[in-house]
Structures are given as C-alpha cells and as structure tokens.
C-alpha cells in the first residue's frame, strides 16, 4: 500500500509538472498548484513565532521584490517574484512548527529521496520520445540543433541539469551513508547511474559544476594515506575516461569549449560562457545608466529584461543571480540578499544533524547555479528547504537530548551526594 501511494503521489507530481507548458492569461499553469501551496503554508505559520533570524531576513526579501521603481507598471511581475523568494523561509518555517514526531521526521527525510527519483525517472520518457518537451527541442541558447540536449519535463536544459544534479548527489549520499536496506539500494543504484546519464546529456555546464561542487563539499573529511590512494585512481580514471569522452563525443567536445555556431566572427569576451559576461556588462550598465532611487531599490526583473532587449534585441535574465538581484532590487536588496544567504549557512553550519554535510552541499549546489544561472528554480529552493528543514529539527532533538543527558548526569551526583 505504501509503494502504491508513493506511485500515486510520483503520477500527480507528474501531471503537474506536465502542465507547465500551458499557460493561462501568459502566466504558467503550474502557479495554479504553486499559489494554493504557498497559501496553504503560510497559513500554517501565519502568527507563529520566527525562532531564527533567516527566516526574517528571507521574508524581508521577497517583500522587498514588491518595492521597486516598476512596480506599478508591472505588479504581477513583482508580486511572482515575491512568491518565488518567499519559498524557502516559507518552507523551512512551516517544516520546523509542523514536524513534531519520529514518524514525521523519517515520512520528512525520505521525501527528496523520493523526489530525486522522480526526478531521474520522469526523463525516461521524454529521453525514449514517447513524450515531447514542453519548449522547442534543445533550448541551448545560440546552439545549433545538432546539440540535441536533453530538456525533459522541466521545460528547459538549465533547469533540468540543475535538479538532476541535486537529485543524484541526495541518492549518492543515501546509498554511502546505507540510510536505506538493501533492497532500496538495489533500486537506488541504477537510478543513480540513470541520473549521471542524464545529466550528462543535458549538455548544460550549470548542471555539470553543480555536481562537481556537491560531490566536493559532500565528501570533505580528514582521508587516511590509503583512503588517498584510491582517489587519486578514481581521479586518473575519470581524466583519462573524460579525455576519451572529449575526443569521441562532439557534444561534449563543444560544451567544454564553449564552441558555438554561428559565432565564430565573435571574441572570447562576447562568448565565454555562453555570453554571460556580456550580459552581466550590459545588465550592470544599465543600473548604472539609472537614477538614485533605481540605485537604492532597483528597477524590478521585467524591466531589466526590457531594458536589456532594447540593446540586444532578446529578452534575456542575467544569466547570474547577484548580478539580477543588484539590478532588480537596489543595493538594499542586494546587501539584504547576501546577509540572508550567509545566515543560512551560518544555521546549517553550526547545526548538530546527520543531514549537516549533504545539507551544506546543497547549499553551495544552490550558490555555484546562482553563479552561473540564476537558481530562481521552484523545485530546487523546496529541495534546499526540506534540508534545511531536516538539519535543523534534528539539531533541535539533539539539543534537547543533550540537556536531558546533562540534566540527568547533574541529578545522579546530586543524589550520589547525599547518600
């Protein structure tokens, strides 16, 4: 019963996910689940006490995204923004008042595990054709169609490669950390491999670095001589299978050197990294072209885009996280931004949980596709939120255990005293 409820779950996510392509009044129909599940948590913590300060920090964000100098001219814009950030103060807040019990705490725990296979699992049939992606075939921004780059039901290569990346460092870690049996394991594994697979063929270097960056913060620790050894095979391996890789798979080939159609007459600067340079240059020049007020509290997203597509002809992001919130939010927000991510770390950092390390990971995961994308990706923040969630109700019973212990080691002297 409990495998049936979990296919049930997997098949309504699905369709959700599947509907992301429609849209209703321009707007996408996934916000028609979205919305009812952002008001269904806020409701849940509406009135409670905040018990840690980046949480407020997250709040004041996303309402900061509604004080813009465009506001008025675009507030539905701002007011999608201010959802979008409100996600992840909004589910770490309602996860540590509302998961109260063992049995919560471990339903809470394998939830992205479940959520990373469905990742993986819903590319099969996109990858085999059965389905068509929701967006045109490869998405690689000035590609040419001979990349063809997995997109999958997510709409887009970026954002695909970024969640698969998450989704094989949380089963990489379940699997090495044996959370789960045996028989789990056996059905972990090769989803994992199908993970990789996938990622890879996403052709997208956001997705790429992301798991380079998981696997490192992942597996930081004190290694014996022995323990050096092996990796440094694995390591020799890995240069000499990706040398092969480089030398048979023109894909690859051109990913890592950022070989483009149609952009041969161009300069390192103009395609390094796809253009983003470029567009950072002339997101930042436009800021600075502003007044003093769009300085303080910034223009607001629609209007950087438009500003942007008066000089470049397309309606693009920054391509870069700190880059778009400088922009789109002032200096305030910008500053506000950064505090509110280093109160994160900070949190996770010093929290007493055995989720601490995959936690931190996800962490700097979230901050390398800030750097090279944007990272304003729903699925990614609620992943980034259920384990910060997990670390820090599990920092909570082991802080309350300790006491106990203290507490009890205090009582026994006492009365060892007065005997």
């Known amino acids: 019963m409990k495998y049936i409820e979990t296919g049930f779950w997997m098949l309504a996510f699905f369709i959700a996910l599947f509907l992301k392509s429609y849209t209703i009044g321009g707007q996408e129909m996934a916000y028609i689940w979205k919305l009812p599940l952002l008001i269904f948590l806020f409701v849940g913590v509406l009135g409670q006490k905040v018990h840690f300060n980046f949480l407020i920090l997250g709040y004041l964000f996303a309402i900061k995204n509604l004080v813009n100098t465009s506001f008025f001219d675009y507030p539905v814009d701002s007011i999608i923004n201010f959802s979008k950030y409100l996600t992840i103060p909004l589910v770490v807040h309602w996860i540590y008042l509302n998961i109260n ?33 929701p967006v045109s075939k490869t998405m690689l921004w000035m590609e040419d169609t001979s990349l063809d780059g997995l997109v999958g039901i997510l709409g887009a290569p970026h954002y695909t490669s970024a969640l698969l990346s998450i989704a ?29 697979f996938f990622l890879f063929k996403t052709y997208t270097r956001t997705g790429w670095l992301m798991f380079v960056v998981g696997v490192s913060i992942l597996f930081v620790r004190k290694i014996t001589f022995k323990e050096a050894g092996k990796i440094l095979g694995l390591i020799v391996l890995l240069f000499v299978g990706l040398i092969v890789l480089y030398q048979t798979n023109e894909g690859f080939r051109r990913r890592v050197m950022d070989d483009r159609a149609g952009q041969e007459d161009k300069s390192a600067y103009e395609t390094v990294g796809s253009g983003r340079l470029q567009i950072a240059q002339v997101y930042l020049e436009n800021l600075y072209e502003s007044n003093f007020v769009t300085y303080l509290v910034g223009m607001g997203m629609q209007e950087s885009q438009n500003r942007y597509e008066k000089k470049d002809g397309m309606p693009l992001f920054a391509h870069n996280g700190f880059v778009q919130t400088i922009v789109d939010n002032g200096i305030l927000g910008f500053l506000l931004y950064l505090v509110f991510l280093y109160s994160i770390f900070r949190e996770i950092s010093k929290s007493n949980s055995s989720h601490n390390q995959l936690t931190a990971a996800i962490f700097f995961m979230f901050i390398s596709c800030l750097v090279t994308q944007q990272a304003n990706y729903f699925l990614l923040d609620l992943i980034l939120s259920l384990f910060i969630g997990i670390s820090l109700i599990e920092d909570r019973i082991n802080r309350y255990i300790e006491i106990k212990q203290r507490l009890s080691s205090v009582d026994l002297k006492t009365h060892s005293a007065t005997i």
């Open 101 to 133: 019990s063992v049995e919560s705490l471990k339903k809470l725990r394998m939830l992205p595990v479940y959520l990373a296979s469905f990742l993986i699992i819903s590319n099969i049939p996109y990858y085999l054709g059965v389905f068509s992606a």
């Open 168 to 196: 094989c460092i949380v089963i990489l870690e379940f699997i090495v950390k044996k959370r789960g049996g045996m028989l789990l394991n056996l059905v972990l594994g090769p989803l994992l491999i199908l993970g990789l």
